[in-house]
């Protein structure tokens, strides 16, 4: 009887230790330490152009100015802090009596953001027009601010930490970066956070959850 027992109990230390081991591992948060912690930096006012929008219904108002303050428009808030930034227009002959196409190059800090504009007259002067643009720019201090803004204490998230962020880059627009940001909501493990620029508007960001 008593070597039963102790067959037993070895069998069982034995189990219950590897059932432990699963559990560790299971419950282990392979994010809860990696990037740098991460401060919200101070904040600051809307970053837009530092010459007014011009008036279309002006007379002999020109297309130029109203495209050009519009596309640094987007690649400020992209970089979501405020820079020298200047803008030209490939765009002779434009008159918008027709369907055109041309190049529209934003540079910010020697970094140039190219747009490609297309155009569709709708009669009497007055056009529509799309831009796309396959690169844009993001900067370090934007991307904290706006990852401190979305993930606060108020909403439960704590331990907010980055992969070491650029200063200033051009960057793919709509793919994520290499670098990711990481925050820990409540009793949930670490959640990776991904962070995809636009050339439009603010960076995208998108949590991920371990399981």
């Known amino acids: 009887m008593l070597i039963g027992l102790l067959v037993v109990v070895v069998v069982c230390a034995g189990l219950c230790g590897i059932g432990q ?4 591992i299971v419950n282990k948060d392979e994010w809860k330490d990696l990037g740098k912690p991460v401060t919200r930096p101070a904040a600051q006012p809307t970053p837009t152009p530092t010459w007014p929008r011009p008036n279309p219904f002006l007379p002999n108002a020109k297309a130029d100015p109203q495209i050009r303050h519009q596309l640094e428009s987007w690649v400020l808030t992209s970089a979501g802090v405020q ?5 030209t227009c490939d765009m002779e002959g434009f008159t918008g009596q027709t369907a055109t196409t041309f190049d529209c190059t934003v540079t910010i800090e020697d970094h140039k953001v190219v747009y490609t504009v297309s155009t569709t007259p709708k009669g009497n002067g007055v056009f529509n027009w799309t831009a796309k643009a396959a690169n844009t720019v993001v900067t370090r201090e934007g991307i904290l601010q706006l990852f401190t803004g979305l993930y606060p204490e ?58």
């Open 21 to 24: 081991l699963i559990t560790n």
């Open 83 to 87: 820079r020298p930034v200047s803008s």
């Open 154 to 211: 108020s909403y439960g998230w704590s331990n907010l930490r980055c992969d070491d962020l650029p200063e200033i880059a051009l960057v793919p627009a709509g793919q994520p970066l290499s670098q990711v940001c990481y925050g820990k909501l409540k009793d949930k493990k670490t959640a990776k956070i991904l962070i995809k620029p636009s050339d439009q508007a603010k960076p995208h960001l998108e949590s991920q959850f371990q399981d």
